[in-house]
């Protein structure tokens, strides 16, 4: 299966220059890029994962993890192998940065109509990194969308503006990595800025995506109360309504840092909470830090115990309790 690439410019030499994401590569004839995705093909850009998914699984959305978005709801998710980033602690790695990764051929049409057999709320794409996968993702959300699916991304956010604005007009919701407000940080660990993440993160918000936000907090890197605080000034700055999840991590890939302690979640949870309603952990053994609660009056809006929701809502996105709007998308 094969489709024409977009956001890329031929150069002299035969080279071709990407411009779908920031890294902004220059191939040369028969090289690949870094993200695995695309390819320089006698002169012209070629989508190595078109029509390609290396993993399929139909999940709890909570999995995402997407907690103020169709609560209980199952969603078809799907992978393309390669990502843009090379973070050292991938906790994905054996899809996102492992060359050779088997795959299997799937249609945009088939992934519809499988999302629709599996009685759930639609597709997210996820695992791995879905902007790279751009063509794909783009013509299989149209696809979803006519159908009446919604359409979900997690991703790292590292995607050029044009690009971007092409794609968010198919996209329901999508969890976004912030990983660290450290400019050396992204440079260091994962290869990338992160500047284009904010903006995208801003990109998102402005075109009414239901968005909601994960730092992985790694001990010695990116958990310093002084960072914690200046990630949470910045969403709240955004938007204090964003929900923000903070996640355990564990040792993987070329990171063996120990991993995070529970009491080190529980800390930045209790410095996000003195300015953000919506704070989670994730990760956790426990299920402290799950719950969805109404800052109003402390009523308990949806119960979690690991991927299970059970929401107390009563058709609306209010707390049945004192009436407090909450922004949670039920529809």
Known sequence: MTA????????????????????????????EGPCASRAN????????????????????????????????????????????????????????QKAGTRTQP????????????????????????????????????SLARAAGL?????????????????????????????????????????????????????QFHAAGVHIELTNLVIPGHNDADEQINDLVDWVADLDPEIPL??????????????ATPPETLRRAYGIARKVLPWVYLGNLKAAEGSDTVCPGCGFTLIARTGFHAESRLQGKPACPSCGRPVPIVLD
Request: with cysteine; proline share 8%; net charge positive.
């Open 41 to 96: 093909r006698d002169g012209a850009m070629a989508l190595l994962s078109y029509g390609r998914i290396v993993s399929a699984a139909v999940d709890p959305i909570e999995k995402k993890p997407l907690y103020h978005f169709h609560p209980g709801r199952d969603i078809l998710s799907v992978a393309a192998p390669g990502c843009n980033l090379h973070c050292l602690f991938c906790q994905n790695w054996s899809i996102s």
């Open 245 to 258: 999840h903070f996640s355990a991590y564990h040792p993987a890939w070329k990171m063996k840092a120990p």
């Open 150 to 202: 919604k359409n979900v991304l997690v991703t790292n956010g590292f995607l050029n503006e044009e690009p971007l604005a092409g794609l968010l007009p198919l996209i329901d919701a999508a969890n976004i990595d912030l990983k660290s407000m450290e400019d050396r940080f992204y440079r260091r660990i994962c290869r990338a800025r992160l500047g284009p993440v904010l903006d995208a993160i801003r």
């Open 4 to 31: 024409t690439a977009t956001f890329w410019r031929p150069l002299p030499n035969g080279q071709v220059a990407c411009d779908l994401c920031p890294v902004g590569c220059r191939l040369r004839p028969g090289q």
């Open 106 to 141: 799937v249609s945009p049409e088939e992934l519809v109509d499988a999302a629709l057999r599996s009685g759930g709320v639609g597709l997210a794409f996820t695992y791995s990194e879905p902007l790279v996968w751009y063509e794909f993702v783009r013509d299989t959300a």
